[in-house]
C-alpha cells in the first residue's frame, strides 16, 4: 500500500520560512514523479512546484524565487523549501507522486496525473 506522508506545517509570520517534507513509501519501484499541491479555503486546488527522476522542476509563477523543491537520493522523500511566505500562501499543502515520467509542460503541476496522494498538511501564513 502506497503511503504518503507530509511534515513540517505550522504558523509562521509575513516573510517567514517553512520546509515541508513528504516520505513515500510502500510502492516497489521509485516514484518517478512528485510534485507539491495546495489548496485554501475555497480555492480549488493548484500546482505549487514538482520534481522528476531525471532533475526536471517547475514551479508555478506564485512561489518561484521564494520555494525550492527537492529529491533525495533515494526519490522516496521530496521537500519544499519555502521563504519569503505570504498570507496568499496560506492553504493545505499535499504532497503527491506518480510512478510515470511527467516531463511534458505543466504536467508536473496538473494534479489529474497524479494517482497517489498524501493526506495534506497546513501552512498557515499571518501578516
Known amino acids: 500500500q502506497v503511503q504518503l506522508v507530509e511534515s513540517g506545517g505550522g504558523s509562521v509570520q509575513h516573510g517567514g520560512s517553512l520546509n515541508l517534507s513528504c516520505v513515500v513509501s510502500?510502492?516497489?519501484?521509485?516514484?518517478?514523479?512528485l510534485s507539491w499541491f495546495r489548496q485554501a479555503p475555497g480555492k480549488e486546488r493548484e500546482g505549487v512546484a514538482g520534481?522528476?527522476?531525471?532533475?526536471?522542476?517547475t514551479y508555478a509563477r506564485s512561489v518561484e524565487g521564494r520555494f525550492i523543491i527537492s529529491l533525495d537520493n533515494t526519490k522516496t522523500t521530496v521537500a519544499l523549501r519555502m521563504d519569503s511566505l505570504k498570507p496568499g500562501d496560506t492553504a493545505m499543502y499535499y504532497c503527491?507522486?506518480?510512478?510515470?515520467?511527467?516531463?511534458?509542460?505543466?504536467?508536473?503541476?496538473?494534479?489529474?496525473?497524479?494517482?497517489?496522494w498524501g493526506q495534506g498538511t497546513q501552512v498557515t501564513v499571518s501578516s
Open positions: 503527491a507522486a506518480d510512478p510515470q515520467p511527467l516531463g511534458r509542460v505543466g504536467e508536473l503541476l496538473d494534479e489529474s496525473k497524479f494517482a497517489f
Open positions: 510502500g510502492y516497489f519501484f521509485s516514484m518517478y514523479s
Open positions: 520534481i522528476d527522476s531525471d532533475g526536471t522542476i
